[in-house]
């Protein structure tokens, strides 16, 4: 099954490890923005939109960079139907 995570983009959802909400993330919590700047450097970073974003969604393969809420994605992730 997959999960949309925004734009025109599905990811399986067995392969989402992590979904991290970036508006609760504080400026001081140096280990969220290392962790971006790592994925960013290897190419593993991809933006799902130019909108402000909104949280993470981490795979097995790739970090996506997602305007869609933290708690519409785990319930889509939570949920049996295909979104």
Do not use: W
């Not at 993470?56 to 992730?77: E, F, G, P, Q």
């Amino acid at each position: 099954m997959f999960i949309h995570i925004g734009n025109d983009l599905s990811v399986l959802k067995s392969s989402v490890t992590a979904v991290v909400d970036l508006e609760t993330v504080l400026p001081t919590q140096k280990d969220v923005s290392e962790f971006i700047n790592s994925e960013d450097e290897q190419g593993r970073l991809q933006y799902v939109t130019e909108d402000i974003p909104k949280s993470l969604v981490i795979t097995d393969n790739k970090t996506y960079v997602c305007s869609l809420s933290s708690s519409l994605l785990l319930n889509r992730l939570t949920s049996s139907e295909n979104y």
